[in-house]
């Protein structure tokens, strides 16, 4: 059977990159309608009809979406090049597999997570030849990484196949931007990774219709990520911190001085750091970060910061919960305690949500200002933390709550300190004796 293709120039370059000798992970897409789904479901068609005993598989978040879209895709891809079900390949629908009459085939898996399954041990005995995800942006970092130790293992040498993992999706604020979108656009991007950008211009068979849809998208987020390929943007409904105010928070020189006081939160001896904040009202005028340190270390560090700007102890706040109370102990200051009730009987789930809430408000009303000269990772840390302030349970009636730092650091790799730090600030316009004019209701 001959096979002829006629892939566009972006689909030409994911092509190449597959058949590159050392590239292990290819990413294509980055936009709507730039034939990434065409591409994933063509390259693994040719793969089966080109390798007998040949063994892959097709993943998505859900099956149901899988069958629904992609595989519709796949199809279409196979009715282009005259491929018959029942003929050249059969569907099983009920053990969610094609397979083609050479005896190669493609597993369609569901990678949704479970958290009776948090490492997806489901996968571990499976071995393939390669594999591909669509729609990353939806899919479980965890996923993707146990997947990328599955194949590789099934006739790789006896067909001279390399074991390369294919992947698509839209632009999307999680480990897809991290693992990269970002590097990509830093030129740090790892050899054996690929990366093709591919939007709906891209695609002269869809191009004009896309084009005409996407336009009429009201969404501002949206229509960055789906038409422009824009992957600052997140149309995530629970956020609480637009993007641009998120920037906005290093340039806004128009915030006034205020109260002086300093926030700290304090980490263990571990991967997580040690973030203190000194404060001129909402103005973030010096910061020191700490990794791996003692809680003397850091409680020297406070009183010098407290004794360079004149702030009294009953000014500092520390994080109380773990490490972060032998420094309350040591300096006599203020603790905050995260799970402890919100003050004032306002309407939240604990002290931390609150301090939250009132803090994204803030920023997305220009009320804050950082001041200090970070350093670019730090800033890049801040930006990715903030946009991670989301509502829990959106549709709750109940009380309003963030997502737990548990979540953020799955989506992140790492603990939020910085949002943390900076949302303690709002503590001291909570108290009865701070003015009311600097208060958020």
Same mark, same amino acid.
């Given at each position: 059977?001959?096979?002829?293709?006629?892939?566009?120039?972006?689909?030409?370059?994911?092509?190449?990159?597959?058949?590159?000798?050392?590239?292990?992970?290819?990413?294509?897409?980055?936009?709507?309608?730039?034939?990434?789904?065409?591409?994933?479901?063509?390259?693994?068609?040719?793969?089966?009809?080109?390798?007998?005993?040949?063994?892959?598989?097709?993943?998505?978040?859900?099956?149901?979406?899988?069958?629904?879209?992609?595989?519709?895709?796949?199809?279409?891809?196979?009715?282009?090049?005259?491929?018959?079900?029942?003929?050249? $390949?059969?569907? +099983?629908?009920?053990?969610?597999?094609?397979?083609? @009459?050479?005896? %190669?085939? /493609?597993?369609?898996?569901?990678? !949704?997570?479970?958290?009776?399954?948090?490492?997806?041990?489901?996968?571990?005995?499976?071995?393939?030849?390669?594999?591909?995800?669509?729609?990353?942006?939806?899919?479980?970092?965890?996923?993707?990484?146990?997947?990328?130790?599955?194949?590789?293992?099934?006739?790789?040498?006896?067909?001279?196949?390399?074991?390369?993992?294919?992947?698509?999706?839209?632009?999307?604020?999680?480990?897809?931007?991290?693992?990269?979108?970002?590097?990509?656009?830093?030129?740090?991007?790892?050899?054996?990774?690929?990366?093709?950008?591919?939007? $709906?211009?891209? +695609?002269?068979?869809?191009?004009?219709?896309?084009? @005409?849809?996407? %336009?009429? /998208?009201?969404?501002?987020?949206? !229509?960055?990520?789906?038409?422009?390929?824009?992957?600052?943007?997140?149309?995530?409904?629970?956020?609480?911190?637009?993007?641009?105010?998120?920037?906005?928070?290093?340039?806004?020189?128009?915030?006034?001085?205020?109260?002086?006081?300093?926030?700290?939160?304090?980490?263990?001896?571990?991967?997580?750091?040690?973030?203190?904040?000194?404060?001129?009202?909402?103005?973030?005028?010096?910061?020191?970060?700490?990794?791996?340190?003692?809680?003397?270390?850091?409680?020297?560090?406070?009183?010098?910061?407290?004794?360079?700007?004149?702030?009294?102890?009953?000014?500092?706040?520390?994080?109380?919960?773990?490490?972060?109370?032998?420094?309350?102990?040591?300096?006599?200051? !203020?603790?905050?305690?995260?799970?402890?009730?919100?003050?004032?009987?306002?309407?939240?789930?604990?002290?931390?949500?609150?301090?939250?809430?009132?803090?994204?408000?803030?920023?997305?009303?220009?009320?804050?200002?950082?001041?200090?000269?970070?350093?670019?990772?730090?800033?890049?840390?801040?930006?990715?933390?903030?946009?991670?302030?989301?509502?829990?349970?959106?549709?709750?009636?109940?009380?309003?709550?963030?997502?737990?730092?548990?979540?953020?650091?799955?989506?992140?790799?790492?603990?939020?300190?910085?949002?943390?730090?900076?949302?303690?600030?709002?503590?001291?316009?909570?108290?009865?004796?701070?003015?009311?004019?600097?208060?958020?209701?």
């Amino acid at each position: 059977m001959k096979i002829i293709l006629r892939p566009e120039p972006k689909q030409h370059k994911a092509y190449e990159a597959l058949n590159n000798d050392l590239i292990d992970v290819v990413y294509f897409g980055g936009g709507a309608g730039g034939g990434k789904t065409w591409w994933i479901c063509e390259s693994k068609m040719i793969n089966c009809v080109r390798y007998p005993g040949y063994k892959t598989f097709l993943g998505r978040e859900e099956l149901k979406r899988l069958s629904e879209s992609t595989l519709l895709t796949f199809f279409k891809v196979c009715q282009h090049h005259k491929l018959i079900n029942g003929v050249h $390949y059969k569907f +099983n629908g009920q053990k969610n597999y094609i397979e083609f @009459r050479n005896s %190669s085939r /493609i597993d369609l898996i569901e990678l !949704k997570y479970y958290p009776s399954d948090p490492l997806y041990e489901r996968f571990g005995s499976l071995e393939f030849t390669d594999g591909a995800i669509d729609e990353a942006g939806e899919v479980n970092y965890m996923a993707f990484d146990v997947l990328k130790s599955r194949i590789g293992r099934h006739m790789n040498k006896e067909l001279k196949v390399r074991g390369t993992i294919s992947i698509t999706g839209n632009p999307k604020k999680n480990w897809t931007y991290k693992y990269f979108y970002k590097p990509f656009k830093a030129g740090t991007l790892p050899s054996n990774i690929a990366f093709i950008q591919s939007l $709906y211009m891209d +695609n002269q068979y869809t191009g004009k219709d896309y084009e @005409r849809q996407l %336009s009429q /998208i009201t969404d501002k987020s949206t !229509k960055e990520r789906l038409m422009y390929g824009n992957w600052e943007y997140d149309d995530d409904p629970a956020k609480l911190i637009e993007y641009d105010s998120i920037l906005d928070m290093f340039t806004n020189s128009f915030v006034p001085n205020g109260r002086k006081c300093i926030t700290a939160d304090i980490a263990r001896q571990g991967k997580d750091f040690t973030r203190i904040v000194t404060w001129d009202g909402f103005q973030l005028i010096e910061t020191v970060s700490l990794e791996k340190n003692l809680v003397t270390q850091a409680a020297s560090e406070i009183k010098i910061l407290a004794n360079t700007y004149s702030i009294p102890m009953s000014q500092v706040l520390v994080d109380e919960d773990g490490v972060g109370g032998g420094v309350k102990d040591i300096l006599h200051c !203020k603790g905050f305690i995260n799970n402890s009730r919100a003050l004032n009987n306002e309407n939240y789930d604990n002290l931390k949500s609150q301090c939250y809430f009132k803090f994204a408000k803030r920023v997305n009303d220009s009320g804050v200002w950082i001041r200090d000269e970070l350093s670019e990772q730090d800033k890049d840390y801040i930006i990715e933390e903030c946009e991670q302030i989301k509502k829990k349970d959106i549709d709750s009636d109940g009380r309003q709550g963030i997502i737990p730092k548990a979540k953020v650091k799955e989506l992140i790799g790492r603990s939020p300190d910085w949002s943390d730090v900076l949302s303690m600030r709002e503590w001291f316009e909570l108290q009865p004796e701070a003015p009311k004019g600097n208060r958020v209701l």
